[in-house]
């Protein structure tokens, strides 16, 4: 309905549409964007530990004005103190906007569906969208485009991989993947990708899916929430650490990620992510940038009337 207001939440980056994801990258690049925070606060909800997640919100929040408040899942003990809507309808009398590290996605719709204010996801079981922010403005400052760069994700197809998978495809790189076929995106995944016109290229190998690639990629082989299953996992991922050995199949300006925390030994080699390819200080630098504008774009041009 023409005029009406809508609450805008950003819980996955196909929540924006390419021409908002390029506006947002544009407003991530910006170091000094409007200060669409001024006298207002920020609730940053955890409900698994963080390093890079927590402190550069908080500190993206100040940069644009605001106040940070960090709790903890335990303190509001959603559906066990209160609802999970109880406890955002109340938060939403304080703050501008909540942000959130869950467990389970459903309680990040639960939460959006309150329309009190936006909700951010600060990772979840299916997704890590923030951190795909940062990794495409890293690659953005790399190469300046990535349309038509190869992307080479090797191990885990976890929350990471997808948000980076819909992130980086948006904005027109190849997507591979190269790990055990029992973790995989799902069809569902795949389906949702496709509706963003992302395909992903599967290999056996991770050597294959390397081969003249422009950026390889590896998270942990065992997630938060996951932990225990990390033999079985060790087991199923040991054909597929990012060593020297792989980088050298990739094109001569390759750049090696990881969103950290990061295992040496296991899902890469301390050569590799301590080498001179490995780009991986300037992507935890960028998930600031990133968390700056997307703020910076969701409280403001985000909330805008149809
Ligand atoms: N990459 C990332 O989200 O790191 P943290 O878990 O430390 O926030
Ligand atoms: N896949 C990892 C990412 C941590 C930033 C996890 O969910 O634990």
């Known amino acids: 309905m023409e005029g009406k207001s809508i609450m805008r939440s950003f819980l996955e980056v196909d929540d924006l549409t390419v021409g908002e994801l390029h506006r947002v990258l544009d407003l991530c690049l910006d170091s000094n964007p409007p200060k669409v925070l001024e006298g207002e606060g920020v609730a940053l909800v955890f409900e698994k530990p963080s390093n890079r997640t927590r402190n550069s919100m908080e500190m993206a929040v100040f940069q644009l004005g605001g106040h940070p408040v960090y709790i903890r899942g335990e303190e509001l003990g959603f559906d066990k103190r209160e609802s999970v809507e ?28 309150v329309e009190l204010c936006p909700i951010v996801n600060l990772l979840s079981d299916t997704g890590h969208p ?22 080479a994700f090797i191990g885990d197809g976890n929350n990471v991989f997808r948000s980076l998978a819909m992130a980086a495809g948006m904005l027109g790189a190849e997507i591979r993947f190269a790990g055990p076929s029992d973790y995989r995106l799902s069809e569902i995944d795949k389906d949702r990708l496709a509706a963003v016109d992302v395909k992903v290229n599967e290999f056996d190998f991770a050597q294959d899916a390397a081969d003249g690639a422009n950026i390889v990629y590896t998270d942990v082989w065992t997630s938060m929430g996951q932990e225990s299953e990390m033999e079985e996992r060790k087991r199923a991922f040991e054909a597929f650490t990012v060593d020297s050995n792989l980088m050298g199949s990739t094109s001569s300006d390759a750049v090696f990620l990881h969103c950290l925390p990061a295992h040496r030994g296991e899902e890469v080699t301390a050569e590799v992510i301590d080498g001179p390819k490995s780009r991986v200080w300037s992507q935890s630098e960028n998930r600031m940038h990133a968390a700056r504008g997307l703020l910076a774009w969701l409280l403001a041009e985000g909330q805008e009337n149809e």
Do not use: P
């Open 86 to 113: 109880d406890a955002v309808s109340t938060l939403s009398g304080y703050y501008k906007c909540i942000a959130a590290r869950v467990f389970d996605h459903k309680t990040l719709e639960r939460m959006a569906q």
């Open 130 to 151: 923030m951190q795909a922010l940062a990794d495409v403005i890293t690659l953005v400052k790399e190469y300046g485009d990535i349309n038509g760069k190869s992307l």
